[in-house]
């Protein structure tokens, strides 16, 4: 049995990486049926990557690719986001949000939200961001400067 019965977690997912993995697995350990809030493009447009971010549809089969390849694509529902909240504040069967230290300022911002539109507030699991051989999170951003693989191998020293 487990702890929630829906659970959100929310991202760009672009060049899903071995940190993507770890957070979309943390939620399927907590929740049964997991929402998974993917940034539409406008929205990874609008965030100003220090990098070109892959297409909606090629994130999206990436991610449906993982979830079937681990059997989880029955127990997820993939949404395209257009903001931070997604449809956090509004989705009042969410129980938990599964976040990384980079962005718990947002879980903490959707609870403030949720708390003003008469929903309780979500519980919030923070994961540790997963370093790389170099000890350093593993990020998009070093995948396609060529510093590391997705898994965080290094590949050359800057």
Same mark, same amino acid.
């Given at each position: 049995m487990k702890?929630?019965?829906?659970?959100?977690? #929310? #991202?760009? $997912?672009?060049? !899903?990486?071995? #940190?993507?993995?770890?957070?979309? !697995?943390k939620a399927f350990e907590i929740g049964e049926h997991i929402l998974i809030g993917l940034c539409s493009d406008e929205f990874a447009?609008?965030?100003?990557?220090p990098h070109p971010t892959a297409r909606f549809e090629e994130r999206l *089969?990436?991610?449906? $690719? $993982? !979830?079937?390849?681990?059997? !989880?694509?029955?127990? =997820?529902?993939i949404i395209p986001i257009n903001d931070p909240f997604g449809n956090?504040? =509004?989705?009042k069967c969410i129980e938990a949000l599964v976040v990384s230290h980079e962005t718990k300022e947002m879980a903490i911002k959707i609870n403030e939200e949720r708390i003003k539109a008469g929903s309780h507030p979500l519980e919030i699991i923070i994961i540790n961001m997963v370093p790389a051989e170099n000890y350093k999170p593993i990020s998009t951003t070093k995948i396609r400067e060529g *510093?590391?693989?997705?898994? #965080?191998?290094i590949l050359r020293k800057l």
């Open positions: 702890k929630y019965k829906k659970v959100a977690v #929310g #991202g760009t $997912f672009d060049k !899903l990486h071995k #940190g993507h993995k770890i957070l979309l !697995l447009e609008r965030i100003r990557k *089969e990436e991610l449906e $690719f $993982f !979830l079937k390849k681990h059997n !989880l694509y029955e127990r =997820s529902e956090t504040i =509004s989705n *510093e590391i693989d997705r898994e #965080g191998h």
